[in-house]
Every structure is written in structure tokens, then in C-alpha cells.
């Protein structure tokens, strides 16, 4: 579902409701009431509504916007079980953990922009007229150890591209962990009617490089001396990938 097609809900407290989940992630009926002026009854009649149409779900009195990607693959390497699946809000703390000890590095500066917007705005999934953001998540029982991310951009122009992050925890590298949520992100892209997937890194980051390559991506641009880390200037290396 491109973020660039209209959401058609048929109805203004329906698209009213359908934003706040939107904006703030999970919630429970108490919250609508309490948020919005409408009518408790007429609010529970069109969660209905936008739950039969796919918009949302509902479990256990929890309300969340509804995406079609509920499949968990479980994988195995040497003695390394993992499980890649679609991210929940309740991965938010763990995931943003992970993302800022890849980052922490030094060498995966779009990755450090995504964990701080995520912790701050304390919503992982996006879904609007605007904005699209998808994540998916590999855990080790139930600490998660890597991410892929796709965010579809704002400007109508570039509705045929988007961004994506990917990186797995040090400790988990070499398990294969990287490639899985690679296909799965790129897998999810393709079937939202992306063309184009782009990636920036540092060229400091010759690891990150090579495991793009490896994977079909190549080198579009190179920007001097973008980066400036630990006192040196490091050039950004602009890579992207056509599905």
C-alpha cells in the first residue's frame, strides 16, 4: 500500500479515530474517549467499521493500525535460533537499543537518525496519506539483535523509492541474521509497489559496503568529506538497489 494512495475511510470519525492510532500507537477504547469528542458508542461502531476493512486491529481491547505482515520465519545457524518478523510496538525499547549499539560504532549515521526519531515520536509503524515506515525485527528469545527498516518518502515525486536501514548487533554478526531481514525488507518493499530501495554510509563502513554489494546493491554516487567522525572528514557513499 503506497503512502501516496489515498486512505478512503468514508467517514470523518473514522479518519479521525484511524490518525490517532495512527499518531500514537497502540490504544485502548478509554484513550479514544478520552482524546477525542465523539460518542463512546459511535467510536466502538466505527473501530468496527475500520477493523472489518483492514485499517485496524483489535486484541484484547488493544487497538493498533493493521498491517498484512504477520508472518514469523525461524531460522537456525550453527547454534544461533532467531526468529525474523514483523516489528510490534512493544519491540520499541529493545529495537531502538539495537539500532543505537550498531550506531554507537560510528559507521551507520542513517541508522542513528531512524533510532532517534522512533524514540521520539514512541511509535515504530507509520501508515498515513504522507508516510509509510515499516520494520522488521530478527530476536534471540526475546532480546531483539537486528532490524531492517523501509520508510517511503513524503514527496509525491519520489513515491517509487525508498529509504532503508539494516544492521545487526555485533554479537550476532556472521549467522546469516543481515541477509535474512535484507530479503524480508526488500520482499515487503516490492509488494508495496517500491522500485527503488537507497542506503547511505559512510565509506569508513567498508563492511556495510561490501554486504550491500553482495546483495545486488551498487554505488550511485560519493560525496566528499560528508561526514565528519572522531575529528576526520569520511566520504558518504550513496548506494541503492532496483527491485
Known sequence: MNVQRDLEFGHADRRQIYDYVERNGASR??????ALRLDPRGIRH????????GYLTVEDGVIQVAFDDTVAEEHRDGDVEFVVRPARQADLTGLVGAIRQVASEGAYIEAESVADVIDHE??????????E???FVATVGDDVVGWVHVAGPEL?????TAELTVGVIETYRTHGIGSHLLERG?????AHDYEKIYNSVPASNQDAIEFLKANG???EATRADHYQL???YVDEVMMAVRL
Open 217 to 219: 546493491w551498487e554505488v
Open 186 to 190: 526488500l520482499e515487503w518493499a516490492a
Open 156 to 160: 509525491e515525486k519520489l513515491a517509487h
Open 230 to 232: 572522531d575529528d576526520q
Open 133 to 135: 515506515r515499516m520494520f
Open 46 to 53: 466505527h473501530v468496527a467499521i475500520l477493523r472489518r476493512d
Open 29 to 34: 477504547f478509554e484513550d479514544l474517549e478520552s
Open 122 to 131: 514512541e511509535v515504530l509503524l507509520r501508515h498515513n496519506d504522507l508516510e
